[in-house]
């Protein structure tokens, strides 16, 4: 099962696996308004994965129907034909609630993201003025745009990729325990632990190294921007061939972290395969001595290699979803940080409309500033009396 190296921001160190459950729970609400459409989307799931698993099954049949004396008018004629039937349409089956699970549950999605935005937008607005003058306006707008988007990215993986693989892997072996004996499920089930367990291993390893790769390519980057910018002062000291030596110097450390890199994939890709091709191994063998021994036949072997092939297959991709599932819970966690920010002036629960028919305003020794050490009012007295408007104004008139 081979991978590809993607060129994508690396996995930030912080993020701890509470902060992630504390994502996940956040968002939960938000998507649980669409229950309805939730649970339909979970039953086309299952249909789905029901259909998918019920074609090795047909396959299974077709074989063991043609495994008939040469000459035999059932070959060709009545069962082949009605099975052959089947196997098209619960590959049609398949692919229908697949793309009906989409449709449901496409709102869910964006819903989801148009509400937190949403409220992420009015939350800010009703921060104080001294939240805004600390943070980055750029930055946390960057915060956001991830945030949203990494809900989508978390929504797709795991309902379209994590969970299905769940479901079929629940179905799989639960075949094998009924049809077979335990070493069908035996060996299926330790397989599947070695490989998750290898695959998060191996890409939690490899999520530091490609940190380190990415973080020498920025800095051979900006080294080279640096030199080009000073362009004059280079040249009028002579400095070219200094300037190439530190740049070849950072490219080489690149270097060498971008082939530990790729090494690592390969590491990766070779024992998710040899895993999957022990197992495989394993299991056609012990499907090959029951044929001989007559407690299986033709058939059985062809659903025990087909099962095994459409129950790996998806998990080719488990290290890239691992690592794409982990960002976009960070993103969104730290999307979810922006709305547990405090507003400095609050109403409480319940408060009601301050309604006032006489009286004034008075301010006694008022001392206020939006950032610490640099205080706007200081000491300020006044009163305003009942009916009339009074404005603070500073030196430029604006106020």
């Not at 921060?127 to 978390?154: A, C, F």
């Not at 367990?197 to 890409?203: I, L």
């Not at 790769?213 to 980057?221: F, G, L, T, V």
């Not at 070779?270 to 090959?288: D, E, N, P, Y």
């Amino acid at each position: 099962m081979r991978h590809h190296d993607s060129f994508d921001v690396p996995l930030p160190a912080q993020g701890a696996a509470k902060s992630r459950w504390a994502a996940l729970r956040n968002l939960t609400p938000y998507l649980w308004q669409y229950r309805l459409r939730v649970s339909l989307a979970l039953v086309m799931l299952l249909a789905a994965k029901v259909a998918n698993v019920g074609v090795p099954l047909v396959l299974k049949d077709i074989v063991n129907a043609l495994d008939l004396r040469p000459g035999d008018p059932r070959a060709v004629l009545v069962v082949p034909v009605a099975l052959l039937v089947a196997y098209g349409a619960l590959r049609l089956a398949v692919s229908l609630f697949t793309e009906l699970r989409e449709i449901v549950f496409a709102r869910v999605t964006q819903g989801a993201v148009r509400k937190i935005a949403l409220e992420v937008f009015d939350h800010l607005f009703a921060l104080s003025l001294r939240y805004h003058l600390e943070r980055q306006t750029g930055g946390m707008s960057r915060d956001i745009e991830r945030g949203t988007r990494g809900i989508s990215s978390l929504v797709s993986y795991t309902l379209y990729s994590i969970l299905p693989t769940l479901v079929e892997m629940a179905l799989v072996i639960g075949i094998l325990i009924v049809r077979y004996d335990w070493w069908f499920a035996g060996i299926a089930l330790v397989a599947l632990a070695l490989y998750i367990s290898f695959t998060v291993v191996v890409t939690e390893w490899r999520t530091s190294l490609r940190r380190t790769m990415n973080e020498q390519d920025s800095r051979a980057n900006q080294r080279a921007v640096d030199a080009l910018l000073n362009y004059e002062t280079v040249k009028i000291f002579g400095n070219e061939a200094h300037e190439a030596r530190r740049y070849d110097d950072n490219l080489h450390r690149w270097m060498s972290a971008a082939v530990k890199s790729q090494n690592s994939l390969s590491l990766l890709n070779m024992g998710q395969s040899f895993i999957i091709a022990a197992a495989v191994t394993l299991l056609v063998w012990r499907a090959t001595v029951g044929v001989v021994n007559g407690t299986m036949n033709l058939g059985d072997l062809v659903l025990v290699n087909a099962f095994m092939i459409q129950l790996y297959a998806p998990l080719s991709f488990l290290g890239v979803i691992y690592r794409e599932i982990r960002q976009a819970l960070t993103d969104i966690e730290r999307m979810f940080t922006i709305l547990e920010q405090h507003r400095d002036i609050a109403d409480v629960p319940g408060a009601k409309p301050l309604v006032v028919t006489h009286g004034s305003v008075c301010f006694e020794d008022v001392y206020f500033g939006y950032v610490p050490g640099h205080p706007v009012l200081k000491g300020l007295s006044f009163e305003v009396p009942g009916g009339e408007t009074v404005a603070i104004v500073g030196p430029s008139g604006a106020g």
